[in-house]
């Protein structure tokens, strides 16, 4: 995805929502790798749309990964300390805020205190690592290696965000790893994420997450590669 293909979608997005009579109250925000700058080619584009009220689906060019809230739900999932509504208020690059409300939700400073909880984090890496148990009973391997490499994210994020670094997207979160100290994590991560995981079997990969979700769910205080 290059950058004259976001703008161009991002344009006809725009004319969209404006040929439906929405770009005035609407709130447009660029969020994910492509409001960072980090998109490879496979990438779609993300995009916020924050309009008064809730409003059913709207069909947009299909490299646009269209997130629509009211108001009121996306101020909820900002005081929950949802990912995506973190991430945009942190990152986003405005498209469109003809009303003034994204402007206004900045300047309140309200997501200062927004923060997700990295235990959270853990506990649904666990999740996703009891699923994998169940998928193999069952034969259904594709979804077993597609749940490790969600358990793998999971724990990445919290490995992140309890020092205090805001995690980004999946293939941002491999250099983030790395950057905080964390090879081994970050190589698995890349691996589960890019596909390139057939070298070592699903259990051993689950092995070395299960490992991770024991560390950090035994000691709140510190956070440590497990060998």
């Not at 161009?8 to 969209?16: G, K, P, V």
Request: hydrophobic share 40%; net charge neutral.
């Amino acid at each position: 995805m290059t950058p004259s293909n976001i703008l161009t979608q991002s344009q006809a997005l725009l004319s969209i929502l404006d040929e439906k009579h929405l770009l005035e109250s609407a709130s447009v925000v660029l969020i994910g790798s492509a409001a960072r700058g980090s998109t490879h080619l496979a990438s779609d584009i993300d995009v916020l749309i924050v309009l008064p009220n809730r409003m059913g689906p709207i069909r947009f060019p299909y490299e646009i990964d269209a997130h629509i809230f009211g108001r009121s739900e996306f101020l909820d999932r900002l005081q929950r300390s949802d990912d995506l509504a973190c991430s945009a208020i942190r990152y986003g690059t405005v498209l469109s805020d003809k009303s003034g409300w994204w402007a206004s939700l900045l300047r309140s400073r309200a997501y200062e205190k927004a923060w997700p909880d990295w235990r959270r984090k853990v506990s649904q890496a666990a999740q996703r690592l009891t699923n994998i148990a169940r998928l193999a009973e069952t034969g259904d391997t594709d979804a077993g290696w597609e749940e490790c490499a969600l358990a793998a994210s999971h724990i990445a994020r919290a490995v992140l965000l309890r020092p205090g670094a805001f995690p980004l997207s999946r293939t941002e979160l491999v250099e983030q790893l790395k950057d905080a100290g964390h090879p081994q994590l970050a190589y698995v991560l890349s691996d589960l994420v890019l596909g390139n995981a057939n070298e070592r079997s699903l259990s051993q990969f689950t092995s070395y997450l299960k490992k991770w979700v024991i560390s950090l769910s035994g000691d709140g205080r510190k956070v440590y590669a497990p060998s």
